[in-house]
């Protein structure tokens, strides 16, 4: 804590409205090391500890509090008389590594208790946000160490999350090296928000129509949830998010697998046609997911007099959209030339919505309607340019409380939100005894969230984390053309 109070500058940092998008969310992800060499200074303690506050110096956003500016605004005051000091825990389990490795790192291996924040962002028990959340859980017999690290998306999106973590990284093994941190290269990341405003293009183009109505339809609700207070919206929300039944599952797609997808679609495309694997993951996942609920729609249709007669009067009710709408997130950075350059940490990221008919998306998977999906999706974000971005940050400045606009209409209308971070550094996170042999996101996001993150270096292939309602789940885990494709993990 000494190396933080003596070289913190006290300063104040106005969020923008990009920011505010996912601040719901946290980041959180669990890191497992192993300590194959049976070293006794494993990952030591006090060196985790300090190199945590020394790396804070270079990210002082992270120990100030959240205070609301009073028309839906949020800016982050940072004081050294009053520091949001992050939490740092460590416990002892009598979990030993090999039980994790044997589980395939499955969630009910761990030890109880190993995260402590759930995937909403709340309050914690003294009323402050907490920014920084890390609780190191030493493994039986010395064998491993799991990291939980989170953030909230408040401060930094998925891109900014693991520029801190693997600076931490990088400072714990200078640190260990006998070399004092302020000797460390200077850290050359941003978090500054002017920056966004001085890469904007001077022209624009109009957003489509989907997406403008995602941010600019809004009512009671939305208004509510964007002027209350970040502590009240996070425990409305978390409420909120506790009435639905949720299961969430990591599935394994390896590189045969997808290269088995893209033969599978290549006799349907035309020369010269280019589909990604984003292009083909988020495809199948919006087709499978589209499958599951329509499925478990003819359920509650045929389940009998009153639920016919609640699937027949709550489109009329509650405004229920028969439309399927795939939400996937979509990264400013390799849009707007010099912010990637710039290694800008806080929130660029954002949603592009593709519209379809909950029935179209939901007959049968083969190369062909994998294909057509995989198309549309490579048109839809080819057309997400610099215009289109200062066109969509526009919007959203023109009325701070739109960023609830989306979480409002989260509860009467169907869609996935299709998050691809397959691309984010989980895996070079060396504090100085190797690289973690696994990364996991925690149990459970919010109904209908799917993220594809990276697999091990060597391996090649994709994990999915797929959250859905637990009626949905178990469709999903029924779909044919889905369990062809993957391997359920855990």
């Known amino acids: 804590m000494d190396i933080l109070l003596g070289g913190l500058k006290p300063q104040t940092i106005d969020l923008c409205t990009v920011d505010t998008i996912s601040s719901f969310a946290n980041i959180p992800y669990y890191y497992y090391y192993a300590n194959d060499a049976d070293k006794s200074d494993f990952m030591p303690s006090e060196l985790l500890r300090e190199s945590l506050f020394a790396t804070l110096l270079d990210f002082p ?32 389990s009598d979990v030993h590594f090999r039980t994790l490795q044997a589980a395939k790192f499955a969630w009910s291996a761990l030890p109880d208790g190993v995260a402590t924040v759930s995937s909403m962002t709340t309050a914690s028990a003294g009323g402050v946000i907490k920014f920084v959340n890390v609780h190191v859980v030493r493994l039986r017999e010395n064998s491993g160490v799991v990291i939980f690290a989170s953030v909230p998306h408040y401060v930094v999106d998925g ?40 890469l904007l293009p001077d022209s624009c183009k109009a957003l489509d129509d989907l997406t403008r109505e995602l941010f600019t339809t809004s009512g009671l609700l939305s208004k509510w949830l964007a002027w209350i207070s970040p502590r009240t919206r996070g425990t409305v929300l978390r409420t909120a998010a506790s009435l639905t039944s949720i299961e969430g599952h990591v599935f394994y797609l ?12 290549s ?32 359920d509650a249709v045929n389940g009998g007099y009153m639920a016919s007669l609640a699937a027949y009067l709550a489109p009329s009710l509650f405004a229920l959209d028969r439309h399927f709408s795939t939400e996937f ?21 954002f949603v592009r919505c593709l519209a379809s008919k909950l029935k179209d998306l939901a007959g049968g998977i083969n190369g062909k309607t994998l294909a057509c999906e995989a198309r549309r999706v490579r048109q839809t974000v080819h057309g997400v340019d610099a215009q289109y971005i200062g066109q969509l940050f526009g919007t959203l400045n023109a009325d701070p409380s739109s960023f609830m606009c989306p979480i409002a209409q989260s509860f009467t209308k169907t869609a996935v939100v299709i998050s691809n971070q397959s691309r984010f550094s989980l895996y070079d996170t060396d504090f100085g005894n190797g690289m973690p042999v696994w990364v996991s996101p925690i149990t459970t996001f919010y109904a209908n969230f799917v993220s594809i993150l990276p697999t091990p270096p060597s391996d090649g292939g994709y994990t999915m984390f797929v959250t859905l309602s637990k009626q949905a789940m178990a469709k999903l885990l029924q779909n044919e053309a889905w369990t062809n494709s993957v391997e359920l993990l855990y």
């Open 159 to 198: 891109v900014g999350y693991c520029e801190f973590i693997n600076r931490w990284a990088e400072v714990c093994r200078w640190m260990r090296a006998g070399e004092a941190p302020e000797r460390l290269p200077a850290y050359q990341g941003t978090f500054s928000r002017n920056i966004l405003s001085t």
């Open 329 to 349: 997130v979509c990264d400013a950075r390799p849009r707007l030339p010099g912010l990637k350059a710039a290694r800008y940490t806080g929130n660029t990221v």
């Open 254 to 265: 390896s590189a045969r697998g997808l290269a088995a997808l893209h033969a599978l679609t």
């Open 267 to 298: 006799e349907h495309l035309s020369n010269g046609e280019r589909i990604t694997d984003n292009d083909i993951l988020t495809a199948l996942i919006s087709m499978s997911v589209a499958q599951s609920e329509a499925e478990c729609s003819q």
């Open 61 to 92: 956003i992270l120990v100030g509090h959240l205070v609301m500016t009073g028309d839906g605004r949020a800016k982050v005051v940072v004081d050294k008389g009053n520091l949001n000091a992050p939490e740092f825990i460590e416990s002892q």
